[in-house]
């Protein structure tokens, strides 16, 4: 009877442990939800890349979403097909907050707003793109690098920049460009301690403006790092301090608590029309000790 109760105890001991090592196996299916907004969106959505009817898309068009993963292992990840093109990544997850991203595979057909819904377990969300035409405007823009071929004409940088931790839509570069013809553009960096910076987009209007450029990638050691760019007929560069902690500034808005001294408020604002990267608010501070801050 003894014997008969220490073999049903080994047994239990072994299915429980066999379990065990399923959850941990990286082969088998991963769990979790996408991280989404109330109304359904993917939360954040990083889009790289242009989108243009006619054009065969490439590994430089993707995505970036995130999930939270609750179980590590295996996915795959097919987004709808619209408009002549899809989105698609399989692989393997980590538990924890990951990032995915999902390239883009097809040909555009037409101009206009795409939506597509991916879903990831039992959860899903949806991200828009946005696809350019080829009438006037839509073709490639002429314009140089504000600081070319210097340090690049940097107006801000945001987001923590910490050894370990995945950059977010947070992190990016505010930079100047001088667009002498209007068009889509594509500017790329290299990968310099595991992050590099790019952006694309359309320019509306020739002219003095504001880009910014998006970080990607895991920060590997901490340091001052120098990140070139290039739109292929100029370059600047620019440079990134990474710690192993957030440091925060401390500082002050001036003319607090009253009107903002100096306030400068740039672009057009028309009801019904997107804002776009020239409309910005310039104000003083009075910065006491210098950190990553957030107005």
Known sequence: MKLNRIIIVAVIAFLFISSCKKVDDPTGLSAGTLKDSTNGACLPVVVNGIFKVDSVLSSENYVDVKANVSIGGSFDIKSDSVNGYSFHKSGT???????????????????????????????????????????????????????????????????????????????????????????????????????????????????????????????????????????????????????????????????????CTGAAVMGTYVAGTALTASNVAVINVNVLSPGNYSI
């Open 93 to 259: 997850l980590s538990a924890g907050l990951n990032v995915i991203r999902l390239y883009a595979s097809g040909k555009p057909i037409a101009a206009g707003v795409n939506t597509f819904h991916i879903t990831y377990g039992l959860s899903s969300c949806s991200f828009n793109i946005t696809v350019y035409g080829t009438g006037p405007g839509s073709g490639t823009a002429l314009y140089t690098l504000g600081g070319s071929p210097g340090n690049c004409s940097i107006s801000s940088i945001t987001g923590n920049y910490v050894v370990g931790q995945v950059m977010t839509p947070a992190n990016k570069v505010e930079m100047a460009v001088n667009v002498t013809t209007p068009g889509t553009y594509i500017i790329t960096g290299a990968l310099i301690n595991g992050v590099s910076f790019s952006a694309s987009g359309v320019f509306a209007n020739p002219g003095l403006q504001n880009i910014f450029l998006s970080a990607s990638g895991t920060p590997a050691a901490p340091g001052l790092f120098n990140y070139p760019v290039t739109n292929i007929t100029t370059s600047c560069g620019f440079s990134i301090t990474y710690t192993t902690t957030i440091t925060n500034a401390t500082f002050a808005l001036s003319g607090a608590p009253n009107n």
